[in-house]
C-alpha cells in the first residue's frame, strides 16, 4: 500500500462553544453520489467532547457544504458515564436506524479517567440521536476491569461485531496501561459477548498502546487500521484476519508516515478507510490528536 496525502478536509476554529477545537476521530457515512457525511468529535472551552459532523462532495473537497450547529451527542449530567465527554466511536447503519458508538469519559483520581461505550440511535431520515440508555452498553467487567474505548462496529453474517480498546492494567503513568484492541459480538447490538479475545496485542519496541481500530471486510479477508502510540506519539498500523477475531500485524505495509512539515509531522492516528468510484481513501488525523483537523489520503493504484 502507498497513500498520497490529499490534505486538510476541516479543522474547527471557535465555531460554536460546544466546537471550540480539535475534530478528531474521523468516521464517514456516504450520503447519495458524490456527498458524504463526516461524524468527529470536538472539544469545547473546558476540554468536554461533544460529537458534531460536516458534509462534503468528494469532487470539490475544498467547499464545505454543511457543518453542524449543534452537537449530535454530549455529555451527558454530572454522576453519569459520559459527564466529561463523549468521542465518536462507529457508525452504523440497520434498517431505518443509524447506531452511533461512542466513548463516554469520565475523569479520574488515581488514574487520569475511566472510560466505556454508549450508544446513542436515530430513527428515520431526521438526524437526531438519541442515548439508548444513561448507562453505558459495555462498562468494566471481569473482562475488561479498568477502562473500555473507541469501538468499531459493523453487522457482518447476522452478527453485530466489535472491536475496542480494553486496558490491561493502569499504573502511574499513561506508559503503564498497556491498552489493546478486543473482539465482541451481539445479537442485537445493544448486549454484547465479551470472552476476552484480543484481536491486535502489543507488540512494537516501547509500544503501550494500540487504539481506534477501524475494520474494512473484503474477499473474506477482515483488514484492520488502526493507531498504534509509542511514546508521545502516534503512527497509523495495519492488520488481517480470516476469521475476525485474532489478526497479523502487518504495519511494515501500511504505507503512510508523518511528514516532514505541517500539520501532521509529529503524529498521525485515528484513521478512517472507505471506498469512492473503485478508489479508497482514508480519514485521518495528525499532530496534536485532531487538534490540528481531518486530513485525508488516496491509496495509489499498483
Known amino acids: 500500500m502507498k497513500w498520497k496525502k490529499l490534505g ?14 480539535h475534530s478528531s476521530n474521523p468516521v464517514v457515512e456516504a450520503l447519495e453520489d458524490s456527498l458524504y457525511r463526516i461524524y468527529f468529535s470536538c472539544r469545547d472551552k473546558a476540554n468536554r467532547s461533544s460529537i458534531g459532523y460536516f458534509e462534503f462532495d468528494i469532487r470539490y473537497p475544498e467547499k464545505l457544504l454543511f457543518l453542524s450547529k449543534n452537537p449530535l451527542v454530549s455529555p451527558g449530567r454530572p454522576g453519569l458515564f459520559d459527564d466529561s465527554g463523549a468521542s465518536m466511536g462507529s457508525l452504523v447503519s440497520f434498517g431505518t436506524k443509524k447506531y452511533l458508538y461512542y466513548t463516554g469519559w469520565n475523569l479520574s483520581v488515581l488514574v487520569p479517567w475511566r472510560n466505556s461505550i454508549g450508544l446513542s440511535v436515530s430513527n428515520g431520515k431526521k438526524l437526531e440521536f438519541i442515548k439508548y440508555s444513561v448507562a ?13 474505548s473507541y469501538p468499531w462496529v459493523i453487522y457482518d453474517e447476522n452478527i453485530w461485531k466489535m472491536w475496542y480498546g480494553s486496558n490491561l492494567h493502569w499504573g502511574e503513568n499513561h506508559q503503564d496501561m498497556e491498552h489493546v484492541i478486543k473482539y465482541a459480538q451481539s445479537i442485537d447490538g445493544i448486549h454484547w459477548d465479551r470472552k476476552g479475545d484480543i484481536a491486535i496485542p502489543l507488540q512494537l519496541p516501547g509500544e503501550w498502546g494500540v487504539s481506534k481500530p477501524c475494520v474494512l471486510k473484503e474477499n473474506g479477508i477482515y483488514r484492520m487500521w488502526y493507531s498504534s502510540r509509542r511514546g508521545d506519539t502516534y503512527r497509523i498500523g495495519y492488520a488481517e484476519s ?30 478512517c478507510v472507505f471506498d469512492h468510484n473503485n478508489q479508497r481513501y482514508m480519514l485521518y488525523n495528525g499532530n496534536g490528536y485532531g487538534r490540528t483537523g481531518v486530513g485525508w489520503a488516496v491509496l495509489e493504484q499498483d
Not at 9 to 15: Q, T, V
Not at 245 to 269: A, C, L, N, P, Y
Request: proline residues 7%; hydrophobic residues 35%.
Open 242 to 271: 480470516s476469521d475476525g477475531i485474532r489478526f497479523i500485524r502487518k504495519d511494515d505495509v501500511v504505507g503512510i508516515d508523518v511528514s516532514r512539515s505541517d500539520w501532521d509531522s509529529q503524529m498521525i492516528e485515528y484513521p
Open 136 to 148: 453505558p452498553v459495555i462498562d468494566r467487567s471481569e473482562i475488561d476491569p479498568y477502562s473500555v
Open 8 to 21: 486538510v478536509l476541516f479543522c474547527p476554529e471557535s465555531n460554536y462553544d460546544w466546537m471550540w477545537s
